[in-house]
């Protein structure tokens, strides 16, 4: 799954490379995951107004009942705490409650998450 944030600001947003994501349900309930991202990026990431950062995740394993309702991300920002959510689409924007098929039952579920990165427009 792609992630793309705007920054929609007229000042600077500063984000972590690596950002800290979690599957949340309809009743906020964070889903149980594991982050199996590599941890050596470090340091921040600069977005300025209009720009674009984007980051890919990969959730696999999901052995546990289904979800309550649609799914969504939530991202937490740098030095706030702040999270804000991402829905959960398909590739037509329908709202997503579907998980990844349980491939390794007794094992947890496992996020990978790629560091951020800035969107060139061409």
Known sequence: M???LTN????????EARPHMHIVDVQDQVLPTRDTSPSTEQGQLVVQPGQRARTEMTWQNYCQSNPNGPLR????LI????QFPVLVTDAKGNSQAATP???????PSTLYIDPF???HQE
């Not at 991300?73 to 937490?76: D, G, K, Q, S, Y």
């Not at 098929?101 to 094992?107: D, K, M, P």
């Open 101 to 107: 098929l349980c491939t390794a039952q007794g094992q």
């Open 117 to 119: 990165d800035i969107v």
């Open 8 to 15: 929609r600001r007229a000042s600077p947003c500063v984000l």
């Open 73 to 76: 991300l939530t991202v937490e």
């Open 79 to 82: 030095g706030t705490h702040d």
């Open 2 to 4: 792609v992630v793309l």
